[in-house]
């Protein structure tokens, strides 16, 4: 019965392993570009816009060793093309991996000639989880509840002022919830997954102790 235990927390250690990273993406810039001098300067922008970024991500920037490198720089450098103060060691074996530790936005360029003039250059934004929403996703109207109703716009019009309501009956001015109570959010798939899992082995252990 020990042994039979132990296997079972073993499994649940691979399944958390598992988990954790499948939880990753590992972005491959420019796609099957690679790290290059595009055709346009705005292709690794384009490019970044399209995909979210979130802390644990990785950037895989595949090229030639010896025609490129990346490094990573402030702001300000990205924007100037300069390499004089490179954060870190620039990257110069390729393919290059480069993990993204740390929310905010993250700059790259490649310093070879003049090759991030000509558009070889990269920033990301990442975000603190993956469930952040990606970039050109519409945000919802401000006039919109959260049970879906959408608020009433002020009244323009000279309307005799409505009779006051008595104190201890409901106002209007309570904040509309759309009739009913919100919704309980949804489980991401991944939750409901770890769910079923954790819920099987469960009964597995118990068939086994008992």
Excluded at 28 to 48: A, K, M, R
Excluded at 68 to 95: M, Q, W, Y
Excluded at 136 to 155: E, Y
């Amino acid at each position: 019965m020990a042994g039979g235990v132990g296997f079972i927390l073993g499994f649940l250690l691979l399944v958390s392993i598992l988990h954790h990273a499948t939880a990753q993406t590992v972005h491959v810039v420019g796609d099957t570009t690679g790290w290059t001098i595009p055709s346009t300067t705005t292709f690794y922008s384009d490019w970044s816009h399209k995909n979210t970024f979130a802390v644990g991500d990785s950037l895989s920037f595949k090229f030639m060793t010896g025609a490129h490198d990346v490094a990573k720089v402030s702001k300000e450098a990205f924007e100037a093309c300069s390499s004089d103060s490179p954060i870190g060691n620039v990257l110069s074996t390729g393919p290059a991996t480069v993990k993204l530790d740390t929310a905010g936005v993250h700059y790259f360029i490649c310093t070879v000639g003049r090759h991030c003039s000509g558009g070889q250059k990269l920033s990301v934004t990442v975000s603190a989880s993956a469930s952040a929403t990606p970039a050109g996703a519409v945000a919802p109207s401000p006039n919109t509840t959260h049970g879906g109703a959408v608020a009433s716009s002020p009244n323009t019009t000279d309307e005799p002022p409505a009779t006051p309501t008595p104190a201890n009956s409901p106002t209007s001015s309570l904040p509309n919830d759309g009739g009913s109570a919100a919704a309980a959010p949804a489980p991401s798939s991944s939750t409901a997954v770890m769910a079923s899992i954790y819920v099987t082995l469960s009964a597995i252990v118990m068939n086994m102790l008992f």
